[in-house]
T-cell receptor, first 113, second 112 residues
């Protein structure tokens, strides 16, 4: 079945450091890919998405590119802030059929001043 | 902009009791999803509804049932609660044929 694997955390960075959180997926066909962010005590917020190969999703300085050849959707940000501290989930949604989201295990990011 | 509303936000129950969680989707959204997130875990899909009909079913225990009503709100009914049911329960809604699910703030269920 479909699955998402993302790098295990926790990840601790200093403010203004470069961030990469790796995400790879296994799926048949052409899933849509997402990054969700969960701040402490809150629900899931969509951070960015990509619906087809080579699409780049971007939001709030975060980027991720849908790479079909490597089945990857790595999250990057050039300069993190303390306010970016949260748990980040990579997810896929299979095209057609089930519309459910399949999530990775989540990566906890802590950014120190 | 209107968001997904879930109630209650927090719920404490004893073992073997029942619980009902409610979800009010974003206006005009026709699809509702329920997810369960255990402590430190990723969200797991439970069940979804499209136009008041069940559209998909995931790892939902037989003790749980859900439905979507004519006004598109949905309820997740949980019976014979177990300690392991303690989790954050998210509802999400979407407009069919789009790629984006909008999540509510979740209901934190604690079973004692």
């Amino acid at each position: 079945g479909d699955s998402v694997t993302q790098m295990e955390g926790p990840v601790t960075l200093s403010e203004e450091a470069f961030l990469t959180i790796n995400c790879t997926y296994t799926a048949t066909g052409y899933p849509s890919l997402f990054w969700y962010v969960q701040y402490p005590g809150e629900g899931l917020q969509l951070l960015l998405k990509a619906t087809k190969a080579d699409d780049k999703g971007s939001n709030k300085g975060f980027e991720a590119t849908y790479r079909k050849e490597t089945t990857s959707f790595h999250l990057e940000k050039g300069s993190v802030q303390v306010s970016d501290s949260a748990v980040y989930f990579c997810a896929l949604r299979h095209q057609g059929g089930s519309e459910k989201l399949v999530f990775g295990k989540g990566t906890k990011l802590t950014v120190n001043p | 902009a209107a968001g997904v509303i879930q109630s209650p936000r927090h719920l404490i129950k004893e073992k073997r009791e029942t619980a009902t969680l409610k979800c009010y989707p974003i206006p005009r959204h026709d699809t509702v999803y329920w997810y369960q997130q255990g402590p430190g875990q990723d969200p797991q899909f439970l069940i979804s509804f499209y136009e008041k009909m069940q559209s998909d079913k995931g790892s939902i225990p037989d003790r749980f049932s859900a439905q979507q009503f004519s006004d598109y709100h949905s309820e997740l009914n949980m019976s014979s609660l177990e300690l392991g049911d303690s989790a954050l329960y998210f509802c999400a809604s979407s407009l069919s044929n789009t790629h984006e699910q909008f999540f509510g703030p979740g209901t934190r269920l604690t079973v004692l």
